[in-house]
């Protein structure tokens, strides 16, 4: 995500802004992240192993930064998307029940 999503800017930004942002070796147990390179959605147990690099924001808190700035976060299949999914709806798919 970052920089190739629109409207999030750098991790720094997000974390600036409010959103909870981790180093990867960081992220909390049973925590819905967004991997923040690739828009990959993870969530790892208690003593699973993390990455060794990259930053995740914390789904909730990224959600919620969205919906305030009007971005159309979506999640499809794992993956998480600041672009619209059609151009049926505007504003936040996840609020309207998007497939």
Do not use: W
């Not at 993390?50 to 995740?56: E, H, N």
């Amino acid at each position: 995500m970052g920089r190739e999503q629109p409207g999030l800017g750098t991790p720094a930004d997000l974390q600036a802004s409010g959103v909870n942002v981790y180093f990867a070796l960081n992220i909390r147990a049973d925590t819905k992240v967004v991997n923040l390179a690739d828009g990959r959605i993870d969530q790892f147990r208690e003593g699973e192993q993390r990455p060794q690099r990259g930053y995740y924001a914390d789904f909730e808190s990224l959600t919620r930064y969205c919906r305030k700035r009007e971005l159309p976060l979506s999640e499809t299949n794992g993956q998480v998307s600041t672009q619209p999914v059609d151009t049926r709806e505007a504003g936040d798919p996840l609020s309207h029940g998007a497939p």
